[in-house]
Structures are given as C-alpha cells and as structure tokens.
C-alpha cells in the first residue's frame, strides 16, 4: 500500500538560510499534519489542512509557514533558520471525510533537518 | 488541555517477558487512543488504537484496552522478540480547528530486548 512520502530524508543547512519540506499525503486523504521531533522528544504538533485550507495550528514558529497544494502535497516553509530547529519533522496523512474516514494518521519517515 | 503520561524509560527486558509500559491521560470529551512505535532511524509507525471504552486493539502481539474508569491505555505483550527494541509512544486524538484532529504524545518510552 502507498505511504506518506517526504522529501528530502536529510537536509543540512546553515543558521539564517532557508528550508523547503515537502510532503506527498497517502492517495486520496485530504488532510494533512505536520509534527516537529526534537532529539530524545515526543512530536509537538505544528499545522495541519484539510482540502488545501489550513485547519489548525499548533506550537509552529511566525518563521515557519505552510500550504497544501491542489494536487494534496504540503509544503513546511522555514525561514531564517536557528540552531534549535534541528529536528525530525514528520508530515503525517489521513481521510476526514468520505468511505474509510478515519482519525487515524499515518507518518512519512520524516526530514531530520540539521542546522549548523 | 489534553494530555498524556506514559512511564518513564529506558525498559530493558530479556526475550521472552513480558512488557507492560503504562499510559494514562486527560482529555474533555471521548478522544482515540493510540500507540504507535518508532523504531531507530524510522519514522512513526501505528501499532495500535481504540476509539471507545473497553475497545481492544491490538495487532504483532500487542494489546491495549482503552480503559475510561482508570482513564488508562496501558501496552502488553506477553513475550517480547529482540527486534521490538523502539521507542513507544502513546497518544491521542482530540478534535480542533475546522474538524481536524491533532494527536497529543506522551514521551516516550524506550523498551530494549536482549536475547
């Protein structure tokens, strides 16, 4: 069965540059998470959307921005990076409405961005 | 706001005992409860859910039964294999913003099996 997908896997950047995460939902889920790991920590939710519109934010940084596209793959935008949004961020995917909706999210692999 | 404890690591058990990690939780409302496990240098993966009292999930040997009395969703499995090492989380799902459902953590526990 198809999962998440995320891109890239890994991602080095230096302090103040900017990051670009992409997420690709499982086919025919309509909304989407975004999560932050820190090292050692549980996952802090950040933002989600439902049918390209954000639906609800989280602990998610004014540097930080998001979308979904037409075609259901998210976007974290980050800005201005600082050593401490070195992490794994997760995009997770699930079906709100229709046959099989569900409250259950399903986890890409996740980014671990390093800033340095 | 919602919330979830789950007991302190690291575990360390020898191949075949039993595994019990504790989760209690608070939340308004009837959330869904989850496990989900993150093995090293993978993401999250499901384990497990529940979504109403005395619902059981289960699946590889897990279980866990969504207890609303105790407001407990405690993880067994009655003989654990070296390749269960990972870290198990315990979550939940509350509804917010325009019907989406942001799960809450809790911290994480780290089970490793030696043979």
């Known amino acids: 069965a198809a999962g998440v997908i995320q891109s890239p896997r890994h991602l080095i950047k230096e302090k103040r540059e900017t990051a670009t995460l992409k997420c690709y939902p499982i086919?025919?889920?309509?909304?989407v998470y975004w999560y932050q790991q820190g090292p050692g920590q549980d996952p802090q939710f950040l933002i989600s959307?439902?049918?390209?519109?954000?639906?609800d934010k989280g602990s998610i940084p004014d540097r930080f921005s998001a979308q979904q596209f037409s075609d259901y793959h998210s976007e974290l935008n980050m800005s201005s990076l600082e050593l401490g949004d070195s992490a794994l961020y997760f995009c997770?995917?699930?079906?709100?409405?229709?046959?099989?909706?569900?409250?259950?999210?399903?986890f890409g692999p996740g980014t671990r961005l390093t800033v340095l | 706001g919602d919330s979830v404890t789950q007991m302190e690591g690291p575990v360390t058990l020898s191949e075949e005992a039993f595994l019990t990690i504790n989760c209690t939780y608070t939340?308004?409302?009837?959330?869904?409860l989850f496990w989900y496990v993150q093995y090293p240098g993978e993401g999250l993966q499901l384990l497990l859910k529940?979504?109403?009292?005395?619902d059981k999930g289960s699946n590889k040997g897990f279980e866990a039964t969504y207890r609303k009395e105790t407001t407990s969703f405690h993880l067994e499995k009655g003989s654990v294999q070296v390749s269960d090492s990972a870290v198990y989380f315990c979550?939940?799902?509350?509804?917010?913003?325009?019907?989406?459902?942001?799960?809450?953590f809790g911290k994480g526990t780290k089970l490793s099996v030696i043979p």
């Open positions: 997770a995917s699930s079906l709100r409405i229709g046959a099989g909706a569900t409250d259950t999210q399903y």
């Open positions: 086919p025919r889920h309509d909304t």
């Open positions: 959307f439902y049918e390209k519109m954000q639906s």
């Open positions: 939340a308004t409302g009837y959330p869904s």
């Open positions: 529940a979504t109403k009292a005395d």
């Open positions: 979550a939940l799902t509350s509804p917010s913003g325009a019907g989406s459902y942001q799960l809450t």
